[in-house]
C-alpha cells in the first residue's frame, strides 16, 4: 500500500467495506496517515493510499461514532468486492476484520446458484458429516417456486436457482456438471474454492481405490466414478474465472476467506495449463473406471 497525499485529486468515493479497526491499527499496518477533513455529518478523519493494481482507496472515520470502525472507499467504478479482495491480498487484512460489504450497482444480497446441481453441492459442502447422508441432506432440502425462480433451504442456506436454460444441441445438466460451457462464473463458490473442490474429490477417489480391491462393489464404482467427474467439472469451473487471453487465475476471483487463504498458497496451481491438465486427466480416468470397471461390479 503507498501512502498518498490527502491533497490528490481523486473521483467522488463511493463505498467497498467496513473494517473491525481503529485508525491508529490502520496506520500501524499499512503506514498510512489520518488527517481531518470537512464532512456533512460529523468531523472526520481521512487516509490515502495506492492499491498494488493502481486503485487509489481512502480509510475514513467519523470522530464522534464509535473508536472502532473504519470504512473504506475507492475514488473509481470497480466493482466493490473485487477491490476488497485485492486490499485484503495486499494488506494481510483478513476477512474476519470485515463487518460490511457494499454490493455493486446490478447486485443483491441473495445466493444464485447457476443450477440445481450446483446448489446441491454447496449445500452438501457447507453441511457437517454428521447431519446424515448425502442423500438424507439432499431429502431435507426444502425447495419452494417464486415466480420463475427455485428457491432451495436447508439450515442457515438459502439459494436461488433461476429457470433452466439448455443451449441448443446440449442434454441437461447432470449431477456431475454445474453449468453449461457458455454460463459465466459461479457466484457461490470462488475459483480457489473449485479448485479445492476438485483436489478433495481427486484425494477421495485415492482413498477409495485403496481401500477396496476388485472385484469392486456397485456403491463403491459408482463413488469413485463420482468423485473423478466432480474433479474435472470443478477444474473446468475453475477455469472460467480466467480472462481471455490470461494464463492464470487473478486474486479477485478468489473473494471468500478460504478461497484467498487458498490462493495465497497455491497460485502457481491456479494456472491455465494446470487446471486444463488436471479436468483432462479426471475427464480421462472417468472415462476409462466406466470402460474396464463398469461391466464388470458387483450388485
Not at 470497480?78 to 454490493?103: C, F, K, Q, S
Not at 467427474?229 to 478460504?258: H, M, N, S, Y
Request: proline share 8%; net charge negative.
Amino acid at each position: 500500500m503507498e501512502p498518498v497525499s490527502i491533497d490528490t485529486p481523486r473521483e467522488a468515493p463511493t463505498p467497498v467495506a467496513r473494517l473491525d479497526m481503529r485508525p491508529i491499527d490502520v496506520e500501524a499496518l499499512l503506514g498510512l496517515e489520518f488527517v481531518a477533513v470537512a464532512n456533512d455529518l460529523a468531523p472526520a478523519t481521512l487516509a490515502l493510499g495506492r492499491m498494488t493494481g493502481g486503485t487509489l482507496v481512502g480509510f475514513a472515520h467519523l470522530d464522534h461514532g464509535p473508536e472502532r470502525g473504519v470504512d473504506v472507499v475507492q475514488f473509481g467504478e470497480r466493482r466493490p468486492r473485487d477491490v476488497l479482495t485485492e486490499l485484503l491480498y495486499d494488506t494481510g487484512i483478513t476477512h474476519d476484520t470485515v463487518t460490511w460489504t457494499a454490493l455493486g450497482p446490478r447486485e443483491d444480497d441473495r445466493m444464485w446458484a447457476r443450477s440445481m446441481s450446483e446448489a446441491r453441492l454447496y449445500i452438501l459442502l457447507r453441511t457437517p458429516s454428521d447431519q446424515g447422508s448425502d442423500d438424507e441432506v439432499l431429502e431435507a432440502v426444502v425447495t419452494s417456486q417464486v415466480g420463475p425462480d427455485r428457491v432451495m433451504r436447508y439450515g442457515d442456506i438459502e439459494l436461488w436457482v433461476p429457470p433452466e436454460r439448455i443451449p441448443p444441441g446440449m442434454a441437461p445438466l447432470g449431477s456431475a456438471n454445474y453449468s453449461y460451457p457458455d454460463d459465466p462464473p459461479s457466484t457461490i463458490f470462488d475459483a480457489a474454492n473449485w479448485f479445492m473442490i476438485s483436489q478433495t474429490a481427486g484425494l477421495q477417489v485415492k482413498m477409495l481405490l485403496e481401500e477396496h480391491q476388485p472385484p469392486y462393489a456397485a456403491w463403491a464404482y459408482h463413488d469413485v466414478l463420482r468423485y473423478l467427474q466432480r474433479a474435472a467439472a470443478a477444474a473446468e469451473e475453475a477455469l472460467k474465472f480466467i480472462p481471455p487471453g490470461a494464463d492464470e487465475v487473478p486474486v479477485t476471483a478468489c473473494w471468500t476467506a478460504d478461497g484467498l487463504d487458498t490462493y495465497r498458497r497455491h497460485a502457481d496451481k491456479l494456472r491455465r495449463d494446470n487446471l486444463e491438465r488436471n479436468a483432462e486427466s479426471c475427464r480421462v480416468a472417468a472415462g476409462e473406471w466406466r470402460r474396464t470397471v463398469g461391466p464388470i461390479i458387483q450388485d
